[in-house]
């Protein structure tokens, strides 16, 4: 049994979703932001086990093909591996305009993210 600890099922995100559910904010942004938390949480997994020799889309690939294995379908691969990578720029850009490394971002950051989108 693997001594790592599992990124997508700690206590963080535990009390990540906690703050979430205490926002005054409507139900489907706090949807938009439960999602948000996990694809950062999953983007920080493959950032820490990525080394120089594979980029970030091909890491995100290699998740999203380990994850899909169980249900041996492709199109579900092939969503979620967009989806990611989607999000992922969302989230570089967040990081860029806040001056703030991607795997620094924290849930507070993607509450700004959300609110912004609120306001347009």
């Known amino acids: 049994m693997s001594n790592q600890i599992d990124p ?5 995100n535990i009390q990540a979703i ?3 559910d205490q926002l005054n904010l409507p139900i489907m942004q706090k949807h938009h932001l439960r999602i948000l938390f996990h694809c950062l949480v999953i983007l920080r997994a493959t950032n820490d086990k990525n080394d120089s020799t594979i980029s970030e889309e ?3 690939r290699e998740w999203c093909n380990k994850q899909s294995q ?10 979620l591996y967009d989806q990611l990578v ?6 570089k850009n967040l990081s860029l ?3 703030k490394n991607i795997n620094d971002l924290d849930i507070n950051d993607l509450i700004i993210l959300v609110s912004e989108n609120q306001k347009k």
Request: glycine share 0%; aromatic share 6%; hydrophobic share 30%.
């Open 8 to 12: 997508l099922n700690n206590s963080l």
């Open 18 to 20: 906690k703050t979430i």
């Open 58 to 60: 091909d890491s995100l």
């Open 70 to 79: 169980q249900f041996n379908d492709q199109k579900f691969n092939d969503l």
């Open 86 to 91: 989607s999000t992922s720029k969302k989230l």
């Open 97 to 99: 305009k806040l001056k």
